[in-house]
């Protein structure tokens, strides 16, 4: 198990590098001027200049030579500096952003914390709902229940966050009053009171993400719960007199959860892509809205960063469901 994971590491850093260059020829085949925001009484030679400066003058593969060094081993630098008081990275060149000419990092570490507070929160809401709902609907298959819980969950997945969004917030904060209709992200957690103004804030930009999570994680609970309650070890089980709640929730919950897994793992990365919608519609400043803004102002060096770290969640993800195969099933063997 030890060594399949060590490859798998191994393969994973390739598979990025390549994922970072595919990013990068993308981008640069993008129409995009830096300079065009810059305004018109900025003569042509300092546009020039400030395109030199930006590094626009140097060929493709010297950027992404630079772009690669930067992230790969400047940024852990700037990292290992600041958590142990090294200097290992001063003096160094990081990736600077063509709009706020800071450091792309430096930005994503401030704006990181908003939109895990939302995006944690929506999966954890997700999981917790949908594997209940997906268990109990297989068990009592073509029951009200069952049947009301699969036109929720198509109704919950075929509607996108960009509609649900404003659909709640007219509904729970503008007719019902009940939570406000923007993130407030400057609003610090002290005390049990500013604790539950947190919830409330959080509460709608949860429910849209939590949504669609909800209806994919129950139907494949449902579907897998189902391929399992005819198999032979169930009706051992029940020979032997075990109690139901221990079939399905001991035996047949462990190994339904096998292709779960796999749909936990790669949602993940799915939530952040649904957070950059719905971090615009709530006015929520994180990483997603830090994207938008990038796109908007053809910021190359932060869309290719947070393209990338995008990337790497799905690579990771992926590594972790298959490392969870093994301890959720013991046939499964990594030779």
Known sequence: MFDYTVRRLLIAVPTLVIISLVIFLVLSLAPNDPMAQVPMTVPPEVKEKMREA??????????????????????PQVFIDHYFGTQFAEGKLRVISWQTRAPVMDTVVERLPQTLWVVAMSYVVAIAISIPIGIYSAYKQYSVFDQAGTFITMVGYSIPPFFTGPLVIVIFA?????????????????????????????????????IQGTAQISRYMRSAILDNL????????????????????????????????????????????????????????????????????NDLPTIQTLTFIFAFLIVGMNLIADVLYAILDPRIRYE
């Open 230 to 297: 005819n198999q032979d070890y169930v009706r051992t089980a029940r020979a032997k007199g075990l109690s139901e709640s221990i079939v399905i929730l001991v035996h047949v919950l462990r190994n339904s959860m096998i292709p779960v897994i796999t749909v936990i793992a790669l949602n993940l990365p799915l939530i952040f892509g649904g957070a950059i919608i719905t971090e615009q519609v709530f006015k929520v400043n994180g990483i997603g809205q830090q994207l938008i803004l990038a796109i908007y102002a």
């Open 54 to 75: 930006l590094g626009l003058g140097q060929p493709l593969y010297v950027q992404f030579w630079k772009w690669l060094v930067q992230f790969f081993w400047i940024e």
């Open 174 to 210: 503008v007719n019902l009053e009940w939570f406000p209709s923007t993130y407030d992200t400057l609003h610090k957690v002290v005390d049990w009171d500013s604790f539950v103004i947190q919830l409330r804030q959080m509460a709608l930009p949860v429910m849209v993400l939590a």
